[in-house]
């Protein structure tokens, strides 16, 4: 159960995280900084759902 | 006749055709018409819900943002993003829930919680309100893509009428078993369409995202981050905050989710869709390239900057497909809109009154009723104008007040949730009506304060009036908040 917290993550990242890095420079693979930080955290919290989804008792049950 | 109308045309008669073709083999009743029989897989309920994304709104709404505001625009990224999230833990129960109760629409879910018809009437109301713009502003796009990817050839006039019909012929027939049919043919265009022109406008007029971001940012410096007043980090993370909370409580997204056949196929949705937000990226990248391509479109102009930009860089026949592609985000949202609405008022409001209606009386009713409120959102798409996107927006504040009543909670009672949602629906459209904002109302708090999204009253107010009245009435109902559980 201590893994779901994993999810919490997501919110401070992207809700507290642009006050630390609205910046335009350096840009990372073409975008700049801001931009880039959202989209690394988008793909982790694909990443952390998936670890949650993974190790979640409810998803072995049989039901679809 | 030029080259882009055939194209146009098609997506409306391909929209008609899946929508007819997807009633085959089932029978129509109430259960299948609304929720698909709570039937649907993992793809459907994704694209269901995904759908939600790809609006109108999105495609001109998402890259004129970019357009006019820049970094601003990132927050439709985050807020999308933490819903899904949000959606793992909050989704489930309800779903259990609905199964377990059969429940039609977003307000059945109120009533049966707090067993309180005149709950679910509030509800009805908060949604059918917020649900009119919505559809409005689908029919506005639609009206506004098929007259510039026409080339003029069709008046928007013509284009919204010709829409209306289209999508209330296949919802009457197939009800969402047709939105789901079409939303495959939508997804699959736009996923191709908008990574395209993400991709191919940046390199072919600046040589790539570095050197086009680096020219925005010599034009315009601070264009790509958040300005440090209006709409700055404040502003940024109160509204992806509120956004995120109200992103389910909208009732056709509500009521999408009840068409799955269970609750992993919804856990197993949120590792994947927040993925797929990032084609919202290339959107962006489009109304980026715009920025410097076709300058000097403002006010409510911004949200032609993806079609200005087109009609400069392709043939007529290319903007045709971008045209249908367009037309197709309208039909779909638009589908699952009008057939919300009109279960709403059937199975929410009329059967409130009429308790003796059967499903079938009320199924027969819902599917009269797509006409009528077809009808009323031609007429006010026609009639009215610029205060669109303000309406949208508060639409969004309107059903955002669902939220502290739907939370998991023991303390909410039946008159707490009434009096909450009111509240903050009392509290919104006061604001929306005064054009009030922090700025007028607390002119000597920090501008930090000021800049925070207005919505987070509205919402404030509703929790605190919701616990206190919660706590007055306690004593006197029984605890509703357990049976979610």
Sequence with gaps: ?????????????LIIGPFFVNRATPFIAGLPFLLAWIVAWILITSLIMAVIYATDPANREGEP | MNAALPFIAAAALLALALGFLARRGKDMDLEQWTVGGRGFGALFVFLLLAGEIYTTFTFLGGSGFAYGKGAPAYYILCYGTLAYVLSYFMLPPIWRYAKEHRLYSQSDFFVRKYDSPTLGIIV????????????VLQLKGLGIIVEIAGYGAISATAAIWIGAVVVTAYVMVSGVHGSAWTSVAKDTMILVIVIFLGIYLPYHYYGGLGPMFAAIEEAKPGFTVLPPHGQGLWWFASTVLLTALGFYMWPHTFASLYTAKGAKVIRKN??????????LLFVFFVGFAATLQVPGL????????LFKLSVKTFDPWFVGVIGATGVLTALVPGSMILLTAATLIANNLYRAVDRSADDRRVSALAKLLVPAVAAVAVFFTLKGGETIVALLLMGYSLVTQLFPALARNNIATREGAAAGIIAGVATVAGVSLTGASFHTLLPWAPVEFQDLNIGIVALAVNFVVLILVSLATRHAAAPAGAAAE
Excluded: E, K, N
Excluded at chain 2, 129 to 134: C, D, F, M, Q
Excluded at chain 2, 298 to 305: F, K, Q
């Design chain 2, 298 to 305: 403002t006010g409510p102009d911004i949200d032609l900057a």
């Design chain 2, 124 to 135: 009805s109301l908060v949604d059918i309100v917020a649900l009119i713009p919505y559809l």
């Design chain 2, 270 to 279: 949120t590792i994947v869709l927040p993925l797929y937000q990032l084609i």
């Design chain 1, 1 to 13: 159960m201590l893994i779901r917290w994993l999810a919490v993550i997501p919110f401070l990242a």
